[in-house]
């Protein structure tokens, strides 16, 4: 019997096929589910794919951005141009607002890198306000008190008519639905995306640059390119994100659309409680905001100020948050990104590596 | 003869600019701490001034002369028992840190204040102008301007000529040495927050006196004050001063042109700079 | 009882551990020399002694008290000053600030302290405010490495490797320690310069320190010592008198018995 590199766990082979098994059951949801629920699930769904690429960029990048929203709102109104201005579906329009989140990041990059460390935060918040401020002087698509996607692209998107047939549904219901799916979509990929990324000899390499940068740099690791990389793939999902949320929304507003509270300060939340660095965090994260959520919501500011106290309180005490507990007590890991050695009179070792 | 008038108020609004930088500048220089909360205490700070001005019936400077041992204390609080302790190589926990505390002080203002506008009333003063040569000069403006000329002055005496600024100086090139020396680092991080917290408390002072704010302008606020910190060139203090005049005056000139451009040309400016001198127009060391 | 010993001291770096068990102690007077070879464990025991690595409080006496676990600043405080490894002087300060901040928080622990310091002006008066008592003060400093008045309005790290070292030994007498640690600190310079440094050290006895050298230089710490210790992986090897212990043994305690 050889030796042989594994990055595969038992609780990981068990996690991979209780996931299939969600996503199925996610992916017939609509036919049992309220709408209410579907809504609920995109929202989860969202806000979960900006969490991961958030967490992609902080997490494993070393890069903390607190100005994501530049990339939702960007990427909305990239949708909302396209279907008013050039008349394009907003289906594929979705993939507009990636695109133009990914133009966008490369003018961010280029400044936002100029600044070391802690000041690349605000230096990327300072370029979402540029960012904002030049869509609230852009009239065509309603300037500073935005505008609604014209009625005829909301009747007539793709597949809506199908849905419509095939679960019996209202047209409003039914652009849940597909928002719904493509929003699953987005996340099943998202994830798997990330960990595929995190698996390559790249994404060792961003471990090896988040945890030393002059070590990563001395073994030809390209520190630099590595975070372009990251900053451009973060930006990309980001937009598909931010042109989904409004396609749902069919409204935008610069103020709604750019907000720092919506698509950064809950998305950092969701990870730092979740668990910063790791996969599995942003999902428990999510769940954790969703149900605050719900129950806290009404309380307006109160609820703001019990995220913000619970977030400052997990980065003290617990900075690895939830998963980071769990994983620690158990030694429990779903998407195992290190490689182990395996082979005779070797013990399956977590530590290893 | 109007563009004269629109950039001499932009210089004196650079003031205003240079007092929100000087306290992040500090904790920066000393203790590689950028404050996320830093724009939502000085907020907190004008709630503070105007608190003592409603209840107590206190005239706004000595309403600002009361708060400023009580943002002292808050100040080294805040740095003792809570930010020392995110203080270390990973940069992320007190950027998480101070951006939580940016979401509760709002938070906590919007709650206790509501979300109106107010304003620090001074009588006479808000209105009163100096005729200088061809253009009118707000008081209020100007008295803003020579405090900021004022603090950065304190501050480098207070750097370069006292005990502590030494003890400041020694923490920021070697903490553990200087601990060898009989410092210790958390409570000169503490003095150094607390004495940000005072120069907080003089920008809040003519943040609350010169326009409205409500518990949502700090996060704008930061962003001026970073951009005065960038534009002059990390550790100088009065690189930070003419950082905020760039802006103040970008600020006014975009507003001439058109009303709506006002806080785009300041940022458009920051952006042309660190376009051309990535290390700020007066770097300083090795930072 | 002595002025300082250690018991069965051990220290960590991580999972590594450094010191397995050190019990050394320097009497009041005396000069003692640590030796041996790179990774030995000395500077660990410097560090430790001067409450940068933290301990057990009962690993570390001074005066009968127990120290082990103080803070660096608390140690100092008592009294235990350190001449670190590679000098470290601070950039930002001048030499003359260099050496004035090494005595001017040995007093300032309360609040007026501290206030009277900070309202003090010029460096001249802040020393004479710190330095009631003592023998060390600018001026006796100025006068032990008269080269450094000269440069004193120089940034200390803009002098030599030998005047470095004297704005780091100045500094940490400026608190008139009770035991003064010297870690390396003929590391890096010329054997004329080495001379030069550790001429002043017949006056900083004479000033009542009491001294523990490190030193790679088995020759420079038998001149100078009273005592030596060896140390070899994190353990003392051998400890005697100058005059009592041969080269044989010294040899074996500073490479290993069996090594060879």
Redesign the interface.
């Known amino acids: 019997m050889a030796y042989q590199v594994s990055t595969r766990t038992r609780a990981s082979s068990v996690a991979a096929i209780v996931a299939v098994a969600v996503v199925a059951l996610l992916i017939v949801a609509p036919a049992f589910a309220s709408r209410g629920l579907i809504q609920d699930l995109f929202f989860i769904l969202t806000m979960l794919v900006l969490a991961q690429f958030w967490n992609l960029l902080a997490g494993y990048g070393g890069l903390v951005s607190v100005g994501q929203q530049a990339f939702v709102g960007f990427g909305a109104y990239a949708l909302f141009g396209a279907v008013i201005l050039w008349g394009l579906d907003p289906v594929p329009a979705v993939l507009a607002a990636g695109v133009a989140a990914l133009v966008l990041a490369f003018p961010t990059a280029f400044f936002a890198f100029r600044l070391a460390g802690a000041y690349f935060a605000i230096g990327t918040w300072v370029i979402a306000e540029v960012t904002r401020l030049s869509v609230a002087q852009w009239k065509a698509v309603g300037g500073g008190t935005g505008t609604s996607l014209p009625r005829s692209a909301t009747r007539d998107m793709w597949f809506v008519d199908a849905i419509k047939a095939l679960f019996d549904v209202k047209t409003s219901a039914a652009r849940d639905i597909l928002a719904y799916w493509l929003a699953l979509a987005l996340a099943v990929a998202t994830i798997g995306g990330i960990y595929w990324l995190l698996r390559t000899k790249r994404g060792l390499a961003l471990a090896a640059v988040r945890d030393n940068i002059e070590a990563a740099r001395s073994v030809g690791v390209d520190a630099g390119r590595m975070k372009w990389v990251v900053f451009l793939v973060s930006a990309f999902g980001t937009g598909l994100a931010g042109g989904l949320i409004y396609m749902q929304k069919a409204r935008i507003s610069p103020d709604a659309a750019f907000s720092v509270v919506d698509w950064t300060a809950y998305v950092i939340f969701i990870v730092v409680i979740g668990g910063i660095g790791t996969i599995e965090g942003p999902i428990l994260g999510v769940l954790v905001f969703f149900v605050l959520q719900s129950v806290l919501a009404d309380y307006g500011s109160w609820y703001l100020m019990l995220l913000g106290l619970i977030g400052i309180g997990v980065m003290l005490f617990a900075p690895r948050g939830l998963w980071g507990l769990i994983s620690e007590r158990s030694g429990l890991q779903l998407f195992p990104v290190r490689r182990r050695l395996i082979g005779p009179g070797t013990q399956a070792n977590t530590k290893g590596g | 003869m109007i563009w004269v008038d629109t950039i001499v108020q932009g210089v004196l609004l650079g003031g205003l600019y240079a007092l929100f930088a000087a306290g992040l500048s500090l904790v920066?220089g000393i203790m590689?701490?950028?404050n996320?909360a830093h724009g939502d205490l000085i907020v907190m700070g004008a709630y503070l001034i105007l608190v003592l001005v409603t209840a107590l019936g206190l005239g706004p400077f000595l309403a600002a002369l009361v708060a400023a041992p009580v943002m002292f204390l808050i100040g080294w609080s805040l740095q003792k028992f809570?930010l020392n302790?995110?203080l270390g190589e990973d940069?992320?926990?007190?950027?998480?840190?101070t951006?939580?505390?940016?979401?509760?002080l709002?938070?906590?203002l919007?709650?206790g204040f509501s979300a109106d506008s107010q304003r620090i009333s001074a009588g006479a003063l808000e209105t009163a102008s100096l005729a200088l040569g061809p253009v009118n000069v707000g008081v209020m403006p100007l008295m803003t301007f020579a405090s900021a000329v004022l603090v950065i002055v304190a501050l480098n005496q207070?750097f370069y000529?006292?005990?502590?600024g030494?003890?400041f100086?020694?923490t920021?090139?070697?903490a553990?040495?200087?601990?060898?020396?009989?410092?210790?680092p958390g409570r000169v991080f503490a003095t150094a927050t607390g004495i940000a917290m005072v120069v907080v408390t003089i920008a809040a002072l003519y943040l609350g006196v010169r326009a409205n704010f409500d518990p949502s302008i700090g996060?704008?606020r930061?962003?001026y004050a970073?951009?005065a910190v960038?534009i002059g060139g990390l550790g100088s203090l009065w690189g930070t001063l003419a950082g905020g005049i760039i802006i103040g005056v970008a600020q006014t000139v975009g507003a001439a042109i058109n009303p709506?451009w006002q806080?785009?040309a300041g940022?458009?400016a920051?952006?042309v700079v660190?376009?051309l001198r990535?290390r700020g127009l007066f770097p300083r060391g090795s930072d | 009882m002595s002025l300082l010993e250690t018991h069965g001291l051990t220290a960590f770096y991580g999972d590594f551990q450094a010191l397995f068990g050190v019990d050394i102690r320097l009497e009041r007077g005396e000069t003692v020399a640590i030796i041996g070879a790179n990774g030995a464990g000395k500077t660990t025991l410097m560090r430790s002694i001067a409450g940068v690595l933290r301990n057990a409080p009962g690993m570390i006496r001074h005066d009968g008290a127990e120290v082990g676990a103080l803070p660096a600043d608390t140690v100092m405080k008592r009294g235990i000053a350190m001449v670190p490894e590679g000098r470290r002087l601070f950039p930002s300060l001048s030499v003359e600030e260099n050496l004035v901040i090494g005595g001017q928080h040995k007093g300032g622990r309360d609040f007026g302290d501290r206030l009277d310091a900070m309202l003090g002006r010029g460096a001249a008066t802040l020393a004479a405010h710190a330095h009631g008592s003592g023998y060390w003060t600018l001026e006796t400093v100025y006068a032990l490495f008269p080269i450094l008045e000269e440069r004193k309005d120089n940034p200390g790290t803009a002098l030599s490797g030998g005047q470095q070292q004297m704005v780091a030994i100045g500094r940490a007498l400026m608190s008139n320690p009770e035991v003064l640690l010297c870690d390396e600190i003929s590391l890096g310079l010329a054997p004329v310069v080495i001379k030069d440094i550790y001429a002043a050290l017949p006056k900083i006895k004479e000033s009542g320190a009491s001294v523990i050298v490190v030193e790679q230089d088995i020759g420079q710490a038998l001149k100078v010592a009273d005592r030596v210790y060896c140390m070899m992986e994190g353990r003392v090897t051998l400890e005697g008198r100058p005059g009592e212990i041969g080269r044989e043994a010294i040899h074996e305690a500073y490479f290993g018995a069996k090594a060879q």
């Open positions: 920066f590689r701490l950028v996320l809570v302790r995110t940069i992320l926990p007190p950027l998480l840190v951006f939580g505390l940016s979401i509760v709002q938070n906590v919007l709650e207070i000529r006292t005990a502590i030494r003890a100086r020694a920021s090139d070697d553990v040495t200087a601990s060898l020396m009989g410092i210790r996060p704008a930061l962003i970073f951009e960038i709506e806080i785009l940022h458009v920051f952006l660190l376009l990535p």
